[in-house]
């Protein structure tokens, strides 16, 4: 019941912020989709794991660097993610990878912004990304929750930024065919994630 409870809370949080960078109404629908695209929210309500592991995961990374380093990477994540049951889904990292492209858009979007508002989150993800690696040593996706937020609004905004640019005449067409390859990327990866929650019961 923790779990459901800080799922609902951090998807809170990532409207509020969104409702703060932007006006667009079509953007909370784009953005309540995309959360339900995404392995750490349905982790979180379907896998419901405990906020407290018996034992701290320090062997969520199969790798020579730090915790720290691997749990903040591309690869934790957008691929490889968590392999205790309950808390990952296989083969899906935290996010999954066609968000990649969105969450960079997003990120220059509110860097290149002249908007207070758009360097607040900037400033979040920053804090937030110090947390996590502060925080490392408790474990994958315990850690990687301190995160979530700022990343699902710089996704959000990138998708919506994606959108306005397709839709717009003056944007070169290599460009759109970008944007609707990385959208049926999307499109692909969420049925993927759900047919292997519903026929591989991940969290059974």
């Known amino acids: 019941m923790a779990s459901i409870i800080l799922a609902i809370l951090l998807a809170s949080l990532s409207f509020l912020l969104v409702s703060t960078v932007a006006k667009p109404k079509f953007i909370y629908l784009l953005h309540f989709l995309l959360l339900l695209a995404t392995p750490w929210l349905i982790i979180l309500i379907l896998g ?46 935290v996010f999954l990878p066609s968000f990649i492209p969105a969450f960079f858009i997003g990120l220059w979007t509110i860097i290149t912004s002249k908007n207070n508002r758009h360097i607040f989150i900037a400033l979040i993800m920053i804090i937030c990304l110090g947390l996590t690696a502060l925080m490392s040593k408790d474990g994958g996706l ?29 944007v070169a067409f290599v460009f759109k065919v970008f944007v609707l390859m990385n959208f049926g990327l999307l499109v692909y990866e969420t049925a993927r994630l759900y047919q292997i929650i519903i026929f591989h019961k991940p969290f059974a």
Not at 55 to 78: D, G, H, I, M
Request: glycine share 6%.
């Open 142 to 170: 315990l850690s990687v929750l301190w995160s979530v937020v700022p990343i699902s609004v710089l996704a959000t905004l990138g998708f919506h930024k994606m959108l306005s640019l397709f839709l717009s005449k003056r």
């Open 48 to 93: 419901k794991p405990s906020l407290r592991p018996p034992t701290p995961n320090k062997a969520v990374c199969n790798q020579t660097s730090s915790n720290a380093s691997c749990l903040t990477s591309v690869e934790f994540l957008f691929f490889q993610g968590e392999s205790r049951k309950l808390y990952g889904i296989k083969d899906h990292g």
